[in-house]
């Protein structure tokens, strides 16, 4: 059988990032990560006189035990340590390799962080100040509209769990009066539909109505549009004015991002008794094991139910 010639490091990676574009539906995030950590392993390996498809398992472990010395934290670690395996078992399938040298490493054994939640008084805190913001007619029109902005993102992400990055992205056509879902392009390009509840489409159509108020003429394909080079409000500024939003509110800076609202979202709806394949279907998780980081709130309102409900529950009786 006629050998392949062998491939650069840079080629073998491309190859196994157009696999997970073609293949997985990967993002462009997921591919810039699995790209860093990547050539970050060709680097280390091309110091030692090494390339991808020379190194042994005692080259990657030398690598891994790096990342270490470097300061990595855990999780960094275990996300450069799962792309390194994802590589060589795909060279491994495609034959650019005859053996899988990564296979046999062992990682950081790591517990799960459990997600940082805001209480409900803490979300109808933000609620309620960002409400009075951008119901204040005092101040300068502007200052008014991205005030009703950032209500209306608020009022979006606790109504429906979206990732920011689905958050900021969202169509104009997703602020149709009938609307009564909005359909979500995920990760991977996977759709789902997400419920609107009254509050969120009423601040829609108030942030839609003072924007056209403006003196700019604001014609965009979404529903939160800037100036800048992608066309839409991005991630960073929504992370920052909800941070100053937050210290008005007296919640601390660490405490407070979108993605946190995302949890609240998914911790409130649990404690008020929702299924979680339910709560999976709405936040976009392709494995219930994604979901299952908030079992915790689970096990509370499970106490919570026997110590209310039990018949003989801190009654201070004796069975006979």
Same mark, same amino acid.
Request: charged share 30%.
């Given at each position: 059988?006629?050998?392949?010639p062998?491939?650069?490091d840079?080629?073998? +990676?491309?190859?196994?990032? /157009?696999?997970?574009?073609?293949?997985?539906g990967?993002?462009?995030?997921?591919?810039?990560?699995?790209?860093?950590?990547?050539?970050?392993?060709?680097?280390?390996?091309?110091?030692?006189?090494?390339?991808i498809?020379?190194?042994?398992?005692?080259?990657?472990? /030398?690598?891994?035990?790096?990342?270490? /010395?470097?300061?990595?934290?855990?999780?960094?670690?275990?996300?450069?340590?799962?792309? +390194?395996?994802? &590589?060589?078992?795909?060279?491994?399938?495609?034959e650019r390799? %005859? /053996?899988?040298?990564?296979?046999v490493?062992?990682?950081?054994?790591?517990?799960r962080?459990?997600?940082?939640?805001?209480?409900?008084?803490? $979300?109808?805190k933000?609620?309620k100040?960002a409400?009075?913001?951008?119901?204040?007619?005092?101040?300068?029109l502007?200052?008014?509209l991205?005030?009703?902005?950032?209500?209306?993102?608020?009022?979006? +992400?606790?109504?429906?769990?979206?990732?920011?990055?689905?958050l900021?992205?969202?169509?104009?056509?997703?602020?149709?009066?009938?609307?009564?879902? &909005?359909?979500?392009? !995920?990760?991977?390009?996977?759709?789902?539909?997400?419920?609107?509840?009254?509050?969120?489409?009423?601040?829609?159509?108030?942030?839609?109505?003072?924007?056209?108020?403006?003196?700019?003429?604001?014609?965009?394909?979404?529903?939160?549009?800037?100036? !800048?080079?992608?066309?839409?409000?991005?991630?960073?500024?929504?992370?920052?004015?909800?941070?100053?939003?937050?210290?008005?509110?007296?919640?601390?800076?660490?405490? &407070?991002?979108?993605?946190?609202?995302?949890?609240?979202?998914?911790?409130?709806?649990?404690?008020?008794?929702?299924?979680?394949? $339910?709560?999976?279907?709405? &936040?976009?998780? %392709?494995?219930?094991?994604?979901?299952?980081i908030?079992?915790?709130?689970?096990?509370?309102?499970?106490?919570?139910?026997?110590?209310?409900?039990?018949?003989?529950?801190?009654?201070?009786q004796?069975?006979?």
């Amino acid at each position: 059988m006629t050998r392949r010639p062998r491939a650069s490091d840079e080629a073998l +990676v491309e190859l196994f990032l /157009d696999m997970l574009a073609a293949e997985r539906g990967a993002g462009a995030n997921t591919l810039a990560a699995y790209r860093n950590d990547l050539e970050d392993m060709s680097a280390h390996l091309r110091a030692s006189g090494r390339s991808i498809t020379s190194a042994t398992t005692d080259d990657l472990r /030398d690598f891994i035990a790096s990342l270490s /010395d470097r300061g990595f934290k855990a999780s960094s670690l275990a996300r450069r340590l799962s792309a +390194v395996r994802q &590589l060589y078992r795909f060279l491994y399938a495609e034959e650019r390799r %005859s /053996d899988d040298p990564a296979a046999v490493l062992e990682g950081p054994k790591r517990a799960r962080p459990l997600p940082k939640v805001l209480s409900i008084g803490d $979300v109808e805190k933000l609620l309620k100040k960002a409400q009075a913001n951008s119901e204040n007619a005092r101040q300068p029109l502007a200052r008014r509209l991205r005030a009703a902005r950032l209500f209306c993102l608020l009022e979006v +992400v606790y109504a429906t769990g979206l990732r920011v990055s689905e958050l900021v992205t969202l169509p104009a056509s997703a602020a149709r009066r009938d609307q009564r879902m &909005l359909v979500v392009r !995920g990760k991977g390009g996977k759709e789902r539909l997400v419920p609107l509840n009254a509050k969120a489409k009423h601040a829609m159509s108030e942030y839609l109505e003072l924007q056209a108020s403006t003196e700019r003429d604001i014609k965009s394909k979404w529903l939160f549009p800037s100036f !800048g080079a992608q066309g839409h409000l991005t991630r960073q500024h929504f992370a920052r004015e909800l941070k100053a939003l937050g210290q008005a509110c007296g919640i601390r800076s660490d405490r &407070l991002s979108p993605h946190v609202l995302r949890h609240a979202f998914a911790s409130h709806l649990l404690h008020n008794g929702a299924d979680l394949r $339910v709560v999976q279907t709405l &936040l976009g998780h %392709s494995d219930i094991s994604t979901t299952q980081i908030y079992t915790h709130v689970l096990e509370e309102r499970l106490k919570t139910l026997v110590r209310d409900l039990h018949p003989l529950a801190e009654t201070g009786q004796k069975r006979t």
